[in-house]
C-alpha cells in the first residue's frame, strides 16, 4: 500500500533559509512548485529567493507562496520570434511618434500589471509584493521597460536582474500589443549586452509562441548558478531607443 505525500509546507521568515527546490511539490501533490509560505516579504527575501530560481505568487487572501516549478518555462533572447504583425505594430508605434523608455516609471508599472484583468477583480500584485520590489528596484535589482505617447504611459513590464540572469514578471497594455513592444526591445537590448536567458517561470500557450520553450529545472538552475555571478547590463532610464529593434527580421 502506497503512502500519501507529505504535504507540509515549510514556514519562510524573514530571515529563514529556503529548503532545496527538489522538495517542492510536483503535479502529482497538486502544485506543482510550491515549496514554502510565510507572512513577510522583503527586498532582501526575494533577493535570496531569486538567487535560488524560487519567485512568489499568490493571491490577496493567501500568505506569500513561495515557488520552483519543474519544469521551468525560459526564453532564450536568440530564440526570440518576431511575428510579422508585432513587426509592423513597432513600425506604426515608431512612426506615430511612440518612446520606449526603461525604469522611468516603475512603481507605475507594477500598478498597470496589477490592474484586475477579468470579472473576478483579483491580483497577484498585492500591496506587499509592490513595496517588496520598489524595495528591489530601489536596489538596482529590479526594472521596467515601458512604452510611452507622450506622457501617457501605454504598456510596460517588469523584472528582476541579478548578474546577467533576467526573471520576467508581469506586463501590461492599454493598447494593442503595447507590450508586446516592450518585451521585444526588452529581447534585444539584452542580446545587444549578451544576457542569453529571460526566466518566464510558468509555461503558457503565449510565451510558447514568442519562443519560450519549458526545460528541466536542474538545467535551469545550471544557468542560474552561472549568469547570476557575471556582471550585469548597464541599466539606464535613458531612452532604449527603437535602434534595439531595427535589425531583426521578421518571422
Known amino acids: ?127 506587499a509584493i509592490e513595496a517588496a520590489y520598489l524595495d528591489l528596484h530601489n536596489m538596482g535589482l529590479a526594472h521596467s521597460i515601458e512604452l510611452w505617447d507622450g506622457r501617457e504611459l501605454v504598456g510596460g513590464l517588469y523584472l528582476v536582474s541579478i548578474g546577467k540572469m533576467v526573471f520576467g514578471e508581469s506586463m501590461f497594455s492599454s493598447r494593442p500589443n503595447a507590450s508586446k513592444i516592450c518585451l521585444a526591445g526588452l529581447v534585444r537590448w539584452l542580446q545587444h549586452h549578451n544576457c542569453p536567458l529571460i526566466d518566464c517561470q510558468q509555461q503558457t500557450a503565449h510565451l510558447a509562441s514568442l519562443g519560450a520553450r519549458a526545460i528541466p529545472r536542474a538545467e535551469f538552475e545550471s544557468w542560474l548558478t552561472n549568469l547570476t555571478q557575471e556582471p550585469g547590463p548597464p541599466w539606464v532610464t535613458d531612452p532604449l531607443g527603437w535602434g534595439v529593434l531595427t535589425a531583426t527580421n521578421d518571422q
Open 1 to 127: 500500500m502506497s503512502q500519501s505525500p507529505d504535504l507540509r509546507l515549510a514556514w519562510i521568515g524573514p530571515d529563514d533559509d529556503f529548503p532545496d527546490t527538489d522538495q517542492a511539490w510536483t503535479d502529482e501533490m497538486g502544485a506543482n512548485g510550491l515549496l514554502g509560505a510565510g507572512e513577510v516579504l522583503t527586498a532582501s527575501l526575494l533577493k535570496r529567493a531569486y538567487r535560488r530560481g524560487i519567485f512568489p505568487w499568490s493571491g490577496p487572501s493567501e500568505p506569500i507562496l513561495w515557488w520552483s516549478p519543474d519544469p521551468r518555462m525560459v526564453l532564450r533572447t536568440q530564440g526570440f520570434k518576431l511575428r510579422r504583425s508585432l513587426s509592423q505594430s513597432i513600425r506604426q508605434a515608431q512612426a506615430g511618434g511612440l518612446t520606449l523608455r526603461a525604469d522611468s516609471a516603475f512603481q507605475s508599472v507594477m500598478r498597470g500589471c496589477a490592474t484586475p484583468r477579468d470579472q473576478d477583480g483579483g491580483t497577484w500584485i498585492t500591496p
